[in-house]
C-alpha cells in the first residue's frame, strides 16, 4: 500500500476501500490482472471499424452535377481524421509551449459520475478524491469530505512508474521518449517482481504514462515527452472530439481504454475504461492554497 491509499483508508468513512481501488490506481491494477472482455464506451464505433489507426479522409460532395471549368472550380473541403498518433504528437508540441509556474502544492481531484447499476453486487455510486502533493519534499494531504486536507505523516516524495521520486528528480527527467518509456519498463519489471503484465508491455507503457499526464508535477518538456512515448505505441488509435478534448483510445489485450487529452495544455481530463467507468480529472495544477489541515484518525 503505498502514502496516497494509507491516506485515504484513514479518511472516516469516505472514500473507502473500493473508492481507492476505483480511483487512482484503477488503472495500475487492470496491469496485474486478466483483462475483461469489454470495450470502452467512446472506443466502441471506433474500435468496430479495426485495430489500426489510419487516416479517413471524407470528401464533401460537389454542390453542381456537372463539373465547372478548371479555371472557375471551386476548392472542395476535405476534412481529415487525425489519427490517434497525430493527436497526441499535436498535444505534445502545445504541452512544450505551456508556461507553468510551480506553486506550493501539486493539487489533483478525480471523480466518477457512478452508473447506479449493480457491479460485483454493489451499487455503482459516484465518488471524488482529492489530494496535495507539497512541492518541498512530496508530503500528502488527502481531502476529507468536510473540505479539509488530512496529513498523511507517514507520506514522502512522488510516485510514478511504481518508483519513487523526489520533486528535483521529476524535473529531470528525460524528455526522450524512447529514454521515458525505459522507465516505465523498469518499474514494470521491479513492480511486477518480473511477472508479465496481463496487458503486455505496450499497454502497460501506456497505463503508468498516463498517470504522469495528471498525478504528479512534470514540467512542460517531460509531459511532452510523455505524450510522444503513447504516441509511438502501436495500440493507439482515433476516438474523435469528446468532452474535454480528444479521445485516443488504447487497445490492450481483449480490453481498451480510452484517454481524453486536452488540447491545450495536454494534460489528461478523462480516462474510460468501460462503458460504466470513467474518471474525469477535473482538477491537475499548481496552487498556493491549502485547506485547513488535520490529522488523520488514532490508529
Do not use: C
Request: aromatic share 6%; proline share 9%; hydrophobic share 40%.
Amino acid at each position: 500500500m503505498d502514502d496516497l491509499e494509507s491516506l485515504r483508508v484513514a479518511l472516516a468513512k469516505e472514500p473507502s476501500q473500493d473508492t481507492i481501488d476505483q480511483g487512482r490506481h484503477r488503472l495500475m491494477n487492470a496491469a496485474r490482472r486478466p483483462a475483461p472482455r469489454r470495450r470502452g464506451l467512446l472506443a466502441a464505433g471506433v474500435l468496430a471499424l479495426g485495430a489500426s489507426a489510419a487516416a479517413v479522409i471524407t470528401l464533401l460532395p460537389s454542390a453542381t452535377p456537372q463539373p465547372a471549368p478548371a479555371e472557375a472550380r471551386p476548392s472542395v473541403s476535405t476534412p481529415v481524421q487525425l489519427t490517434g498518433r497525430q493527436i497526441l504528437l499535436a498535444a505534445a508540441d502545445t504541452a512544450q509551449r505551456v508556461a507553468e509556474e510551480p506553486g506550493k502544492y501539486w493539487h489533483v481531484v478525480i471523480e466518477h459520475p457512478g452508473s447506479g447499476k449493480i457491479v460485483k453486487g454493489r451499487k455503482d455510486e459516484s465518488w471524488r478524491a482529492e489530494w496535495w502533493y507539497r512541492r518541498s519534499d512530496g508530503h500528502l494531504f488527502g481531502g476529507t469530505p468536510d473540505g479539509k486536507a488530512m496529513d498523511n505523516p507517514k507520506s514522502g516524495d512522488f510516485w510514478a512508474f511504481d518508483q519513487s521520486f523526489t520533486y528535483q528528480e521529476l524535473q529531470d527527467l528525460p524528455t526522450d521518449p524512447d529514454a521515458l518509456k525505459e522507465l516505465a519498463l523498469k518499474g514494470m519489471r521491479e513492480g511486477l517482481k518480473g511477472e508479465p503484465p496481463r496487458v503486455g508491455e505496450d499497454g502497460y507503457v501506456a497505463l503508468s504514462m498516463s498517470y504522469l499526464l495528471y498525478d504528479v508535477p512534470i514540467p512542460p518538456q517531460v509531459r511532452a515527452g510523455v505524450l510522444r512515448a503513447i504516441a509511438a505505441l502501436p495500440i493507439v488509435s482515433n476516438t474523435g472530439d469528446v468532452d474535454g478534448g480528444h479521445g485516443v483510445t488504447v487497445d490492450i489485450e481483449d480490453s481498451s481504454f480510452t484517454l481524453v487529452v486536452d488540447p491545450e495544455t495536454g494534460l489528461l481530463r478523462s480516462i474510460v475504461t468501460s462503458p460504466d467507468n470513467t474518471i474525469d480529472i477535473t482538477t491537475a495544477e499548481w496552487t498556493d492554497d491549502l485547506p485547513e489541515v488535520v490529522a488523520p484518525p488514532a490508529e
